[in-house]
């Protein structure tokens, strides 16, 4: 197994293709691989929508309340 770490402080890019049965997340940075003369890192992950919403689940029970409450009202970070 490949351990990849990526620092970015770009927004992800999340897509739905047009059969609908997959989201398709990728995330752009900067490898954290002290071998690659190019760090720069592009990951693309495809889910099923079920995984999508799981993802989603997990994500927001590792938020603080004022984190949420930020990201409702629009505000960044």
Do not use: C, Y
């Not at 592009?42 to 938020?63: D, M, N, S």
């Amino acid at each position: 197994m490949r351990d990849i770490g990526i620092a970015s402080g770009r927004e992800p890019d999340v897509r739905r293709d047009e059969s609908g049965r997959t989201v398709n997340l990728t995330f752009r940075g900067i490898s954290d691989a002290r071998s690659s003369v190019d760090r720069d890192t592009r990951i693309r992950i495809a889910l099923a929508p079920a995984q999508a919403v799981r993802l989603w689940r997990l994500l927001g029970e590792h938020l603080s309340d004022a984190e949420k409450q930020n990201a409702e009202t629009g505000g960044a970070s």
